[in-house]
């Protein structure tokens, strides 16, 4: 056990990782570990407990930045969900510069820089079997001028453009979550 001086504090050090139903407003799961562990491991175990819950391929599942891996990507089309990505600036740089229009089908190759880092063995040999990934990536405008982009799975026939754009402004659900357990409840101090 350590003891404290009255004038020493300790920082928080867990990570709070949600999975939640957005449409619905609930959280479909939650896991508060460690900093030490990954927001793509926390999410690919998202995923897979979700998986026992719901059906994943009636569902769409939407993430922030920094979470495009191609892990994730291939846990998700294995699981036949759909998904968006949004993609920081530096993320699938070369296809996004190859683009013609802000929204058109891409092929991502799945080299061996891109398919090294997978955790997951099953994930890793399809990744490697699949050779390169059809994915969308969408540009989109915003009102502020900046431009979102997404990487997505989903057919125009299944959500234009401009619906992505909805379905990921969505996403905005989980911060009011995030606010509760982190602000409110305080729940990130009940790790030592």
Request: aromatic fraction near 6%; hydrophobic fraction near 40%.
């Amino acid at each position: 056990m350590d003891s404290l001086s009255l004038n020493e504090t300790k920082t928080p050090k867990a990570r709070i990782s949600v999975l939640s139903d957005a449409k619905n407003e609930f959280i479909l799961e939650l896991r508060i570990i460690r900093l030490i562990c990954g927001r793509i491991i926390l999410a690919f175990k998202h995923i897979e407990k979700a998986d026992e819950i719901i059906d994943l391929s009636q569902a769409i599942i939407v993430f922030d930045r920094n979470y495009a891996s191609i892990e994730l990507i291939t846990q998700l089309l294995l699981k036949n969900s759909h998904f968006i990505f949004s993609l920081s600036q530096n993320r699938y740089k070369k296809e996004r510069k190859n683009m013609k229009t802000d929204d058109e089908w891409i092929n991502l190759n799945l080299n061996k820089s891109r398919t090294k880092n997978i955790k997951n063995d099953k994930i890793r040999q399809k990744a490697e079997e699949l050779d390169s990934l059809n994915l969308i990536i969408v540009n989109i405008p915003l009102e502020t001028g900046e431009i979102e982009t997404s990487l997505t799975n989903m057919p125009y026939e299944l959500a234009t453009p401009q619906e992505l754009k909805e379905l990921y402004g969505k996403k905005w659900q989980i911060e009011t979550e995030y606010n509760v357990l982190k602000n409110k409840l305080q729940i990130k101090n009940f790790l030592n």
